[in-house]
């Protein structure tokens, strides 16, 4: 997986800079005075979906062999944030600096009557990679949910992690952007308030000595509980 993963990244980049080129000549920067400050909550669950990364993280333990080769995942994990947040930051700039008010829901279509069907057809080879990749990284961290935490035969964590989105898909869930919104904010704010609550006990009764550590205060960490719970709310009732 870690070889496909690498090969389906360089084929992302590969075609975000080649839609960026053709894009270029055709950027407007009067399309941003579109924008609503009563909207800007709006895509909070598709911004955190995109940073949907924890299940990976594991993954990318298990090929440093040694403790002090883990000591740097840390900053592998802040700078692999980085570089996502501006990656999906620098699409979403030049999509609404070509397409505008003609921005369509899946970004793409907008686009052909500024940059023609070709470039849009590298897009739509761009969203396929980005959805591949995230399905064989979020579906293999299924399997193995599945499998080592309860214990479930092989074949049917397989099964379960390839046909749970096709099920999904033709009980009507359909809507691109509905689903990786409420999606984003509810596992957001799950994963988070899990993490946050096992973070407090680890410091607490925690006797392993860890790689690296962190110091948060408790209120700074109750309050991200609080706004992750909020938003997930706030993103259900939105829809």
């Not at 930051?89 to 397409?99: Q, R």
């Not at 899946?106 to 940059?115: E, V, W, Y």
Request: net charge neutral; with cysteine; charged share 15%.
């Amino acid at each position: 997986i870690a070889k496909t993963e690498l090969l389906m990244d360089i084929i992302l980049f590969a075609v975000v800079g080649v839609i960026f080129v053709f894009a270029l000549p055709h950027f407007q920067l009067q399309n941003f005075m579109l924008f609503d400050s009563l909207h800007v909550f709006l895509p909070y669950g598709v911004v955190l979906f995109s940073f949907l990364g924890l299940s990976a993280i594991p993954e990318i333990a298990e090929l440093f062999k040694h403790t002090s080769e883990k000591r740097s995942l840390d900053n592998l994990i802040v700078w692999s944030s980085v570089i996502c947040g501006g990656l999906f930051f620098a699409f979403t700039l030049f999509v609404v600096g070509v397409s505008g008010a003609a921005t369509s829901q899946d970004a793409l279509s907008g686009l052909i009557p500024f940059l023609g069907e070709k470039v849009v057809l590298l897009g739509a080879v761009f969203g396929l990679v980005a959805i591949a990749g995230s399905f064989l990284v979020l579906g293999n961290y299924l399997k193995n949910s599945l499998r080592y935490d309860y214990k479930v035969p092989y074949g049917i964590s397989v099964a379960v992690a390839i046909f749970s989105p096709i099920l999904l898909f033709l009980l009507g869930l359909r809507e691109f952007i509905f689903v990786i919104g409420v999606v984003g904010a509810l596992v957001a704010g799950l994963e988070g308030s899990v993490i946050a609550l096992i973070y407090r006990t680890i410091k607490e009764k925690g006797d392993r000595e860890p790689e690296y550590s962190l110091r948060i205060p408790q209120p700074i960490l109750f309050g991200v509980v609080a706004l992750l719970v909020v938003g997930a709310f706030l993103e259900l009732s939105m829809r």
